[in-house]
Nanobody, 124 residues
Framework: QVQLVESGGGLVQTGGSLRLSCAASGRTFSSYTMGWFRQAPGKEREFVSAISRSGGSTNYADSVKGRFTISRDNAKNTVYLQMNSLKPEDTAVYYC?????????????????WGQGTQVTVSS
Protein backbone atom coordinates (compact mmCIF):
# COMPACT_ATOMS: atom_id res chain seq x y z
CA GLN A 1 0.00 0.00 0.00
CA VAL A 2 1.35 3.40 -0.95
CA GLN A 3 1.72 6.14 1.63
CA LEU A 4 1.12 9.76 0.67
CA VAL A 5 2.45 12.90 2.36
CA GLU A 6 1.20 16.34 1.30
CA SER A 7 3.09 19.57 1.89
CA GLY A 8 3.13 23.18 0.73
CA GLY A 9 -0.02 24.49 2.32
CA GLY A 10 -0.17 27.75 4.24
CA LEU A 11 -1.73 31.17 4.58
CA VAL A 12 -1.87 33.39 1.51
CA GLN A 13 -3.69 36.55 0.51
CA THR A 14 -6.34 36.68 -2.20
CA GLY A 15 -4.67 36.55 -5.59
CA GLY A 16 -1.62 34.77 -4.27
CA SER A 17 -0.13 31.42 -5.22
CA LEU A 18 0.85 28.18 -3.55
CA ARG A 19 2.34 24.94 -4.82
CA LEU A 20 1.26 21.76 -3.12
CA SER A 21 3.32 18.58 -3.30
CA CYS A 22 2.35 15.01 -2.57
CA ALA A 23 5.18 12.53 -2.12
CA ALA A 24 4.39 8.83 -2.44
CA SER A 25 6.25 5.87 -1.03
CA GLY A 26 6.83 2.66 -2.93
CA ARG A 27 7.83 1.75 -6.45
CA THR A 28 4.39 1.64 -8.07
CA PHE A 29 3.62 5.36 -8.19
CA SER A 30 3.46 5.45 -11.98
CA SER A 31 0.73 2.81 -11.99
CA TYR A 32 -1.75 5.12 -10.24
CA THR A 33 -3.99 7.86 -11.45
CA MET A 34 -3.49 10.69 -8.95
CA GLY A 35 -6.12 13.08 -7.69
CA TRP A 36 -6.35 16.20 -5.56
CA PHE A 37 -9.41 16.83 -3.43
CA ARG A 38 -10.30 19.43 -0.84
CA GLN A 39 -12.59 19.71 2.12
CA ALA A 40 -13.76 22.93 3.73
CA PRO A 41 -15.24 23.01 7.25
CA GLY A 42 -18.78 21.68 7.28
CA LYS A 43 -18.62 20.60 3.65
CA GLU A 44 -18.11 17.34 1.84
CA ARG A 45 -14.79 16.44 0.27
CA GLU A 46 -14.78 17.62 -3.33
CA PHE A 47 -12.79 16.89 -6.44
CA VAL A 48 -10.18 19.42 -7.54
CA SER A 49 -8.06 17.77 -10.22
CA ALA A 50 -6.73 14.46 -11.50
CA ILE A 51 -3.85 13.34 -13.69
CA SER A 52 -3.27 10.17 -15.65
CA ARG A 53 -0.50 7.69 -14.95
CA SER A 54 1.80 9.15 -17.57
CA GLY A 55 0.85 12.74 -16.83
CA GLY A 56 -0.43 13.24 -20.34
CA SER A 57 -4.08 13.80 -19.43
CA THR A 58 -5.61 15.99 -16.77
CA ASN A 59 -8.99 17.26 -15.67
CA TYR A 60 -10.18 19.95 -13.30
CA ALA A 61 -13.21 21.05 -11.37
CA ASP A 62 -14.88 24.01 -13.03
CA SER A 63 -14.18 26.13 -9.96
CA VAL A 64 -10.40 25.87 -10.40
CA LYS A 65 -10.02 25.52 -14.16
CA GLY A 66 -7.61 28.09 -15.53
CA ARG A 67 -6.15 28.82 -12.08
CA PHE A 68 -4.79 25.46 -10.89
CA THR A 69 -2.38 23.13 -12.69
CA ILE A 70 -1.73 19.50 -11.77
CA SER A 71 1.49 17.76 -12.75
CA ARG A 72 3.53 14.75 -11.72
CA ASP A 73 7.11 13.57 -11.74
CA ASN A 74 7.14 9.77 -11.75
CA ALA A 75 10.90 9.68 -11.22
CA LYS A 76 10.38 11.53 -7.94
CA ASN A 77 7.12 9.76 -6.98
CA THR A 78 5.51 13.18 -6.58
CA VAL A 79 2.38 14.92 -7.78
CA TYR A 80 2.00 18.69 -7.64
CA LEU A 81 -0.82 21.20 -7.60
CA GLN A 82 0.13 24.73 -8.63
CA MET A 83 -2.55 27.11 -7.39
CA ASN A 84 -2.67 30.65 -8.75
CA SER A 85 -5.12 33.52 -8.34
CA LEU A 86 -6.30 32.05 -5.06
CA LYS A 87 -9.67 33.07 -3.64
CA PRO A 88 -11.08 32.85 -0.11
CA GLU A 89 -13.39 30.08 -1.30
CA ASP A 90 -10.32 27.94 -2.03
CA THR A 91 -9.72 27.69 1.72
CA ALA A 92 -9.78 24.02 2.69
CA VAL A 93 -7.70 21.03 3.64
CA TYR A 94 -6.23 19.62 0.43
CA TYR A 95 -5.70 15.89 0.02
CA CYS A 96 -3.96 13.82 -2.61
CA UNK A 97 -5.12 10.30 -3.39
CA UNK A 98 -4.40 7.33 -5.62
CA UNK A 99 -6.72 5.45 -7.91
CA UNK A 100 -6.27 2.20 -9.83
CA UNK A 101 -8.77 3.39 -12.41
CA UNK A 102 -7.42 5.15 -15.50
CA UNK A 103 -10.58 7.23 -15.82
CA UNK A 104 -9.41 10.25 -13.74
CA UNK A 105 -12.60 9.93 -11.77
CA UNK A 106 -14.07 12.85 -9.84
CA UNK A 107 -15.62 10.56 -7.25
CA UNK A 108 -14.11 10.17 -3.79
CA UNK A 109 -15.15 6.50 -3.73
CA UNK A 110 -12.86 5.70 -6.67
CA UNK A 111 -9.71 6.63 -4.74
CA UNK A 112 -8.18 4.14 -2.34
CA UNK A 113 -5.16 5.72 -0.64
CA TRP A 114 -5.25 9.17 0.95
CA GLY A 115 -2.72 11.49 2.50
CA GLN A 116 -3.24 13.32 5.78
CA GLY A 117 -3.98 16.62 4.08
CA THR A 118 -2.44 20.08 4.09
CA GLN A 119 -4.27 23.25 5.12
CA VAL A 120 -4.66 26.08 2.63
CA THR A 121 -6.07 29.36 3.94
CA VAL A 122 -6.74 32.31 1.66
CA SER A 123 -7.39 35.61 3.41
CA SER A 124 -9.52 38.33 1.90
Amino acid sequence: QVQLVESGGGLVQTGGSLRLSCAASGRTFSSYTMGWFRQAPGKEREFVSAISRSGGSTNYADSVKGRFTISRDNAKNTVYLQMNSLKPEDTAVYYCATSYSPSRSRAVRDYNNWGQGTQVTVSS
